[in-house]
């Protein structure tokens, strides 16, 4: 076995010369924290990514597994209805490419002292390549777009620590979907009354704030 500047080379019983290459990760680490809903569909990108199901020439899935007080196992799923594979929300560790950009993932779900659950996503990377910043928003884009049930797009709507409910203090961020007929999708008149009346105050809101 001999040290090189690359990792370690080593030769076993055919001869064959292998080299193992060391990683050095920076030590920062890109945190978010989703919803369960937006907490699925990311592993539903990353499942069917790994088990080449479909595939998505900026991301490459390596590995990726279960973690539980029993151990490491594969994910548990089954295939539904668009015949994409499904799963649970659980631990998991991902190793994946995207934009030739190597990433660990780390995905928990977190049960608070108030009984609330938590859905976190941390992100690192090796210190000799540049991260997307915003790798969540990332991983979230190629779910509506490639593997989500809810392709027509959705917002997130949330509210600042400590803040009233007030229309004036929500942030509203919104996931651009493919092009679809809206005309097409069904609403009862008193929901589409609300949903109306919600987007003007919103435009209203956000006129006045720009001013």
Sequence with gaps: ????????????GSGKVHF???RDYSTKVINYEFNKFYYNEIIKL??????????????RVNSLFAQSLFGISNLRSAEGKDGLLESIPENVMCE??????????????????????????????PKNQQPCEKMGHE?????????????KGCCEISLPPGEREAISYLDVNFINPPPSNIEEV?????????????????????SITLR
Excluded: C, P, W
């Design 139 to 151: 991983l979230l884009r190629l779910a509506f777009l490639y593997t989500s049930s809810f392709k």
């Design 1 to 12: 076995m001999e040290k090189t500047e690359s990792g370690t080379a080593f030769v076993n």
């Design 96 to 125: 994946f490419e995207y934009q030739d950009v190597l990433y660990l993932l780390d995905m928990r779900v977190e049960l608070d002292k108030m009984r609330i659950m938590h859905y976190y996503l941390n992100f690192t990377y």
């Design 46 to 59: 990353l499942l069917n990514v790994y088990e080449e199901k479909i595939v998505i020439s900026e991301i």
């Design 20 to 22: 193992g290459n060391k």
């Design 186 to 206: 069904y609403v009862k008149d008193e929901i589409k009354n609300d949903i109306e009346r919600f987007v003007y105050t919103l435009r209203i809101s956000k």
